[in-house]
């Protein structure tokens, strides 16, 4: 990767595979200067040949997504199909649903000491109200961890007829504890941003803001 233009510093990320398949969230990161490794962030699994399951799955990755489907309770199961093949662990399927390509691939999940062949789908449920971030037991079908990263809001009877203080907003006061006298104690200081109200460094130089407080 190429040096920040600040520091000279080189981020570089890691993500560890056994067999070519990917240990699910085993990402390391280094931060190197003039090809000396200033830190290293170690997230990688030890011992991995002696915690792995199985190294070819029993199930291939359309039956995969459609066991997910029958767990998650979704009907109909909509007629996956292989979009683009990436390797011979990683694919990108259509629904014919979404317009959205669905990431398909074969990782590790760690399951307490153990290391379980799996395959990890992140797809919108047919109806769009659901974003789910799924990894399925390559061997068995059983969803070993899900999560929807769909936010979803339900305003119920008692939201609508809560009163409406007309005390006014007062920023510091939720923001800042008693304790201090005043919000610079907080947040004086000096940082190099992109200025508020910039979109990205293509639209903003990077500044040094001093003492920007609220």
Not at 127 to 143: F, M, P, Q, S, Y
Not at 144 to 165: A, G, R
Not at 174 to 185: C, E, N, R, Y
Not at 191 to 199: A, D, K, Q, S
């Amino acid at each position: 990767e190429v040096p920040g233009s600040g520091t000279g510093i080189t981020s570089t990320h890691i993500t560890q595979r056994y067999h070519g398949i990917e240990i699910f969230n085993a990402q390391s990161n280094a931060w190197i200067k003039n090809n000396n490794v200033l830190k290293i962030e170690n997230n990688f699994q030890k011992n991995i040949g002696s915690k792995v399951n199985a190294t070819s799955s029993s199930m291939n990755v359309i039956q995969g997504i459609k066991t997910a489907c029958a767990k998650l309770g979704i009907a109909p199961i909509p007629n996956y199909t292989i979009a683009e093949t990436k390797s011979s662990n990683s694919f990108m399927l259509a629904d014919n649903v979404n317009e959205d390509l669905i990431t398909a691939k074969l990782v590790y999940q760690v399951v307490s000491d153990k290391l379980k062949l799996a395959w990890y789908y992140q797809f919108y449920s047919p109806k769009g109200d659901h974003l789910w971030d799924v990894r399925v037991d390559a061997l068995n079908g059983n969803i070993l961890e899900k999560n929807d990263l769909m936010i979803s809001c339900s305003f119920d009877t008692s939201h609508k007829t809560q009163k409406v203080s007309n005390a006014g907003f007062d920023f510091n006061k939720i923001l800042f504890k008693d304790t201090f006298s005043a919000p610079i104690q907080v947040n004086a200081g000096s940082y190099r941003v992109i200025p508020y109200n910039y979109v990205s460094p293509n639209h903003s130089p990077f500044q040094l803001i001093t003492s920007p407080e609220n």
